[in-house]
């Protein structure tokens, strides 16, 4: 993820080669880290959507603490 956040960076900060460029660097870079951001906040969204259903209780399948 921390490679996507630096290339959106980079879009943004260098200077523009040619007309428009600029807007379609900003636009790619907002494309980006909406792609990368977005499944995160769908999931907290989503009613019933979490890592323990019970109190105490993993669910099936679920990830295990060492």
């Not at 980079?10 to 909406?34: F, H, I, V």
């Amino acid at each position: 993820m921390t490679e996507s956040q630096l290339l959106a960076l980079w879009l943004n900060w260098r200077p523009a080669q040619r007309e428009g460029e600029r807007d379609l660097a900003t636009k790619t870079a907002a494309l980006w880290l909406t792609m990368a951001w977005l499944p995160f906040f769908a999931a907290v969204a989503t009613p019933g959507a979490s890592v323990e259903d019970e109190p105490g209780q993993l669910p099936p399948g679920g990830w295990h603490p060492a």
